[in-house]
């Protein structure tokens, strides 16, 4: 298994839309994990950690299932502004953000 | 308005030319991070650095070096080793005992001709 994986996409959906991506980790130790957000030729930026429990910010739920080792991110009532591609990523080994593994990120495209 | 500055954003470079990227934050964070991303790919770690005067090599470190003598500073050179060095480089650093949210500058973009 890939240390990070997850579907390139591009999804395509429209406005209002709700939207589900995985992202699966090779170590089941992994401790840590995000979602970030990169605009087109952009730097990242944190959208949201991912806690055990499953957390929401708004429209965003994030989640965790450690016993099939993915997070998910779900986005309800798209908006076009929504657009944009979303890294997954784990601490895999635990201790500093040097172990910090990026995925290879998948693009969403939200059309009115 | 506190952040990360890289600079240049775009620079093209002949090959067999060394070039230094240059990273400043003034967030008064200890940690500081140099990533590569090419087209379609996730980032990967070339050089990380948890304090001043020590670094640890990332993933690719091959072909680059760096240095940590400010806090606030952290360049990258692209030696002439560096076999395929067209790419987007991001900086980032994290405060605390470098486990917090990572901030990035905005990139540089490197096209060697």
């Known amino acids: 298994r890939k240390e990070v994986e997850q579907d390139p996409g591009p999804f395509n959906v429209p406005e209002g839309a709700t939207v589900a991506f995985n992202c699966t980790y090779s170590n089941s130790a992994s401790q840590s994990f995000f979602w970030y957000r990169q605009d087109c030729r952009k730097e990242p930026k944190l959208l949201m950690s991912v806690y055990s429990s499953g957390n929401e910010d708004g429209r965003f739920t994030a989640q965790l299932n450690r016993a099939s080792q993915y997070i998910s991110l779900l986005i309800r009532d798209s908006k076009l502004s929504d657009s944009a591609t979303y890294l997954c990523v784990v601490n895999l080994y635990g201790g500093s953000q040097g172990n910090l593994i990026f995925g290879k990120g998948t693009k969403l495209s939200v059309k009115p | 308005d506190g952040g990360i500055t890289q600079s240049p954003k775009y620079l093209f470079r002949k090959e067999g030319q060394n070039v230094t990227l240059s990273c400043e934050q003034n967030?008064?964070?200890?940690?500081m991070y140099w990533y590569r991303q090419d087209p379609g790919q996730g980032l990967r770690l070339i050089y990380y650095?948890?304090?001043?005067?020590?670094?640890q090599k990332g993933d690719i470190a091959e072909g680059y070096s760096v240095s940590r003598e400010k806090k606030e500073s952290f360049p990258l050179t692209v030696t002439s080793a560096q076999k395929n060095p067209t790419a987007f480089y991001l900086c980032a650093s994290t405060g605390g005992q470098g486990t917090g949210e990572l901030f990035f500058g905005e990139g540089s973009r490197l096209t060697v001709l």
């Open positions: 650095s948890q304090i001043v005067n020590d670094f």
């Open positions: 967030l008064n964070h200890d940690a």
